[in-house]
């Protein structure tokens, strides 16, 4: 009896034949066995073309195990061959059985045979489809499918959710969840099971499976329900169409946080959850929350000139703008002036802006239902910090889901954590602190104000009261510094608040004023 392992990597762990003398028919089993031997260890060391060098039809075997190979891609190959036995003048047959380690299935094992024949004095293992694979025929070939069906995430409305960036992608190798809420929910989209492939006999012209070989019961994945509305993100998705920039658009129910939409351009990074940047200008919704708890009014003279120097560093506003003697606050807030909110820096403790961000729920633990970057406004630490934070750089944070809960916030009056997974999720994050109800009332009339007279014109003649805040952030060390484009804002009509985020966009209200412009206007057809 002759055993023999043959691994992929090359080489043979044993070889040899036990039992009695060798007479003349275990000699030509011997003979027979050497290039068998051969083919075997170049299949497990998957060199399709070589190993059908040993066989009598070499362009067909090396056509059917490339396909092989090909399909079911194993990360190793064993092939242990057992006794040969003569089968007629220059022939003999042997058994031998292959193990593959199969990204995604497992472990697969099946037996087979393969014939051996002396042919003008050199001997040729014959090649049939069924020696690859006893169920192998011709024009059939071996491959993978899912093993059960894998659920999908969906929207609100039930349907498969369209935000790449969001679902993520699933390995085609393993089956398995490789980013996104594919990655986070693997195992309930694909019931928990271990492998995600089972072998199946194919058709090699149309890759059709013709036969199931895994008999393994297959599980059935749950589906994972969002509140994404199909709507609202088709509207968002269309409004960052053309963009040159990254970009991202995030909308969500004010009543309860839902998220209505996520969208970003391009995909790949979910910048509209998980992104960090500085938020510049409409940061400063949360900077007049402090000022006006402090007793800042709307009517209270607010002069904002060119520049602000703190401590030797110069803050200006956006082309060097100035508002005219006899300026409010409101004014301020409404046109976006930096250097009366730097100024105005003296009205608050180190703690301020820390402690009123955590009313709109900034820095806390958000439990969502899926990755996001909760914002940070650390305690400032000296002049120039604090004169930077009240103007939303320093390190100021937010993503764009964060500020788009900060309309929200004004909106309702209430901090209500964003939620995507609502099954998913444990327990929502309470703000520490609540903002005040007369905060939140004058907060709404000035960013009413910023779109009926400030610098989010861009909204104006829309339909729903939209009220909003724009914001241009300084990011980097360049000269002049480069900016980000921001916008967020609510609609006061509708249970509806949003942010705008365009990465290294430009200004607020020119340039991410437009594509709030369109997503509104998308949502109004």
């Excluded at 040159?244 to 979910?270: K, M, Q, T």
């Excluded at 803050?315 to 006899?326: A, C, D, I, S, V």
């Excluded at 104000?449 to 914001?471: C, E, I």
């Amino acid at each position: 009896m002759a055993a023999l392992l043959l691994l992929a990597g090359g080489g043979y762990a044993a070889f040899g034949i036990v039992g009695g003398d060798v007479d003349e028919e275990d000699a030509e089993v011997v003979a027979a066995r050497e290039p068998l031997t051969a083919f075997l260890a170049a299949w497990a060391r998957h060199d399709a073309r070589k190993a059908a060098g040993y066989t009598d039809t070499p362009d067909e075997a090396a056509s059917l195990l490339t396909s092989v190979l090909t399909n079911l891609k194993p990360s190793r190959t064993a092939i242990e061959d057992g006794e040969g036995r003569k089968q007629g003048e220059g022939k003999a047959r042997f058994p031998f059985s292959v193990t593959m380690q199969i990204p995604g299935a497992g472990a697969v094992t099946w037996r087979s045979h393969a014939q051996v024949s002396d042919t003008s004095g050199t001997w040729k293992v014959e090649f049939t489809s069924s020696m690859i694979h006893p169920e192998l025929s011709s024009g059939r070939t071996l491959a993978l499918k899912s093993a059960g069906n894998r659920a999908q995430v969906l929207d609100a409305e039930g349907e498969p959710l369209r935000a790449e960036s969001l679902v993520g992608t699933v390995d085609p190798v393993s089956g398995k969840g490789a980013s996104g809420m594919e990655a986070r929910y693997d195992d309930i989209l694909s019931g928990g099971r271990k492998a995600g492939k089972s072998l199946v006999v194919a058709d090699r012209q149309s890759g059709r499976a013709v036969k199931e070989l895994d008999e393994a019961p297959a599980a059935e994945g749950r589906p994972v329900r969002t509140t994404i509305d199909p709507r609202v993100q088709e509207a968002a998705a269309d409004a960052l169409t053309g963009s040159d920039v990254h970009a991202a658009i995030v909308a969500i129910d004010p009543r309860n946080g839902h998220i209505l939409a996520a969208a970003n351009r391009p995909g790949g990074f979910n910048r509209a959850l998980e992104g960090r940047y500085p938020p510049g200008s409409v940061f400063k919704v949360v900077t007049a929350a402090a000022l006006l708890k402090g007793g800042m009014k709307a009517e209270t003279p607010a002069p904002c000139p060119k520049f602000a120097r703190v401590d030797g560093q110069r803050f200006e506003n956006q082309k060097q703008f100035e508002l005219p003697t006899g300026s409010t606050f409101a004014d301020a807030f409404t046109q976006s002036c930096n250097t009366y909110f730097v100024d105005a820096r003296n009205r608050l403790s180190d703690t301020d802006l820390r402690d009123t961000a955590q009313a709109f729920g900034i820095g806390g633990s958000w439990d969502v239902g899926t990755t996001t970057y909760d914002g940070s406004v650390p305690v400032t630490t000296s002049d120039n910090d604090k004169a930077a934070a009240t103007i939303g750089q320093a390190r100021v944070q937010a993503s764009p889901l964060v500020m788009a809960s900060v309309a929200a916030t004004v909106k309702s009056g209430t901090f209500s954590q964003p939620v995507l997974v609502p099954d998913a999720v444990k327990e929502k994050y309470e703000a520490p602190a609540e903002l005040d109800a007369g905060v939140a009332g004058e907060l709404r009339e000035l960013m009413r104000a910023t779109v009926t007279s400030g610098s989010a014109h861009a909204l104006k003649n829309l339909s729903g009261a939209p009220h909003a805040k724009t914001g241009t952030a300084e990011f980097g060390s360049g000269k002049p510094p480069r900016t980000h484009a921001w916008m967020i804002g609510y609609q006061g009509d509708s249970d509806l608040a949003w942010a705008v985020l365009l990465e290294d966009g430009g200004s607020g209200g020119a340039d991410a004023g437009p594509v709030a412009q369109r997503f509104l206007g998308n949502l109004a057809r």
